[in-house]
């Protein structure tokens, strides 16, 4: 039986997602709420659709609605056949198409659009983009330094992703370091201690068998740790759960974070992968980068989306100063419909 996990703002939403992602045949296995708020559902998908809604044995979800209520889908609105539209909404749906979004998405905006409001149309439709996502939230918390892992595919992004994010911290002023769990491939290391060196900011290895923990990863005085990883999920699933253990027997004053980081550039398949490779962690948040190497970044940010996953960081160059962003809706909007950032 394959697990899925999708998380959403509270239950109804995760619900709503979880029907998007898998339609009728979506069964409830089991939920969690996670450290941001939210709930993390483990819904499998039965194909039949016949079998009964809770599996015996199964937790149920805690709080209403009723597990009949909860788990069983009522049937896929049938997608209407499109109508012709209003020129402008015409343009719109153009527009949308261009940059990769599926005709579902495309309706469902649409349909967001109310005439005669003062609101224009294109705002209308940006604001329903917008709220299809999560945006993951990063508070600052005192006296409690935060683990910030990037995690993912080889050649996705993280190291450099993590060198962005440093020194967008540097700028601000907060005290961090680097670690690396990547110490076995040749000049990985090396690669960010040079970036940290510039930075000002120490990097420090931590070799395959070395004990992860508050003290080994340089936790004490910093606001933030930036943790690298190999891009092998089996190896890095390990260490993080290893580290998160360390660091919750030993009552350490440290937040674990991990964010998938996704190339703007992946197939559904490989991003499928990527998930399940990656979704024990319980993960915090995405970052999507590469979002300049392709002009329909809507693919990915539509999967994101569904699965309900926050996301921290847009990523569109490979210039370590300006081409790291905080998601925001306004963003999520323009990559929709313009298919690059503003
Ligand atoms: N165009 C573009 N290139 C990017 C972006 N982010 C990263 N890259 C490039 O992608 C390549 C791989 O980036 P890394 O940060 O080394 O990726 P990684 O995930 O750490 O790779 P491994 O450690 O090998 O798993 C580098 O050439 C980066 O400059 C982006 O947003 N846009
Ligand atoms: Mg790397």
């Given at each position: 039986?394959?697990?899925?996990?999708?998380?959403g703002?509270?239950?109804?939403?995760?619900?709503?997602r979880?029907?998007?992602?898998?339609?009728?045949?979506?069964?409830?296995?089991?939920?969690?709420?996670?450290s941001?708020g939210?709930?993390?559902?483990?819904?499998?998908?039965?194909?039949?659709?016949?079998?009964?809604?809770?599996?015996?044995?199964?937790?149920?979800?805690?709080?209403?609605?009723?597990?009949?209520?909860?788990v069983?889908?009522?049937?896929?609105?049938?997608?209407?056949?499109?109508?012709?539209?209003?020129?402008?909404?015409?343009e719109?749906?153009?527009?949308?198409?261009?940059?990769?979004?599926?005709?579902?998405?495309i309706?469902?905006?649409?349909?967001?659009?109310?005439?005669?409001?003062?609101e224009?149309?294109i705002?209308?439709?940006?604001?329903?983009?917008?709220?299809?996502?999560?945006?993951?939230?990063?508070?600052?918390?005192q006296?409690?330094?935060?683990?910030?892992?990037?995690?993912?595919?080889t050649?996705?992004?993280?190291?450099s992703?993590?060198?962005?994010?440093?020194?967008?911290?540097?700028?601000?002023?907060h005290?961090?370091?680097?670690a690396?769990?990547?110490?076995?491939?040749?000049?990985?290391?090396?690669?960010?201690?040079?970036?940290?060196?510039?930075?000002?900011v120490?990097?420090?290895?931590?070799?395959?068998?070395?004990?992860?923990?508050?003290?080994?990863?340089?936790a004490?005085?910093?606001?933030?740790?930036?943790?690298?990883t190999?891009?092998?999920?089996?190896?890095?699933?390990?260490?993080?759960v290893?580290?998160?253990?360390?660091?919750?027997?030993?009552?350490?004053?440290?937040?674990?974070?991990?964010?998938?980081?996704?190339?703007?550039?992946?197939h559904?398949?490989?991003?499928?992968?990527?998930i399940?490779?990656?979704?024990?962690?319980?993960?915090?948040?995405?970052?999507?980068?590469?979002?300049?190497?392709?002009?329909?970044?809507?693919?990915?940010?539509e999967y994101?989306?569904?699965?309900?996953?926050?996301?921290?960081?847009?990523?569109?160059?490979?210039?370590?100063?300006?081409?790291?962003?905080?998601?925001?809706?306004?963003?999520?909007?323009?990559l929709?419909?313009?298919?690059?950032?503003?």
């Amino acid at each position: 039986m394959q697990i899925h996990r999708i998380r959403g703002n509270d239950l109804n939403d995760a619900l709503r997602r979880a029907k998007r992602t898998h339609g009728e045949g979506a069964v409830v296995v089991g939920h969690e709420r996670t450290s941001d708020g939210g709930i993390t559902l483990a819904v499998t998908v039965d194909q039949s659709a016949a079998v009964p809604a809770v599996e015996s044995g199964a937790p149920k979800p805690a709080r209403s609605p009723k597990p009949a209520d909860v788990v069983r889908f009522p049937k896929a609105e049938a997608t209407e056949p499109p109508t012709k539209r209003p020129a402008l909404l015409e343009e719109l749906a153009g527009r949308l198409s261009a940059t990769g979004t599926s005709q579902e998405w495309i309706e469902r905006v649409l349909s967001n659009v109310e005439e005669g409001t003062e609101e224009h149309p294109i705002d209308q439709v940006g604001n329903a983009i917008g709220s299809a996502f999560r945006i993951a939230k990063l508070p600052k918390a005192q006296g409690l330094t935060r683990v910030l892992a990037l995690v993912g595919p080889t050649g996705s992004g993280k190291t450099s992703g993590l060198i962005k994010i440093g020194a967008r911290l540097v700028r601000g002023g907060h005290p961090l370091r680097f670690a690396s769990l990547d110490s076995r491939r040749v000049g990985a290391v090396e690669q960010l201690e040079a970036y940290a060196a510039a930075l000002r900011v120490e990097a420090r290895a931590l070799p395959d068998g070395a004990d992860l923990n508050q003290q080994s990863i340089g936790a004490a005085g910093c606001e933030v740790v930036l943790l690298d990883t190999t891009g092998r999920p089996q190896q890095d699933c390990a260490r993080l759960v290893e580290l998160r253990r360390n660091l919750e027997a030993e009552e350490a004053k440290v937040e674990l974070s991990s964010f998938l980081v996704l190339p703007a550039t992946l197939h559904r398949a490989a991003m499928q992968s990527a998930i399940s490779q990656f979704g024990d962690l319980r993960l915090a948040g995405c970052v999507i980068t590469k979002l300049d190497e392709t002009p329909e970044p809507a693919h990915v940010l539509e999967y994101v989306a569904e699965l309900g996953l926050p996301i921290a960081f847009l990523s569109d160059g490979r210039d370590l100063g300006r081409s790291l962003h905080r998601a925001t809706p306004e963003a999520l909007a323009d990559l929709f419909l313009r298919g690059k950032l503003s």
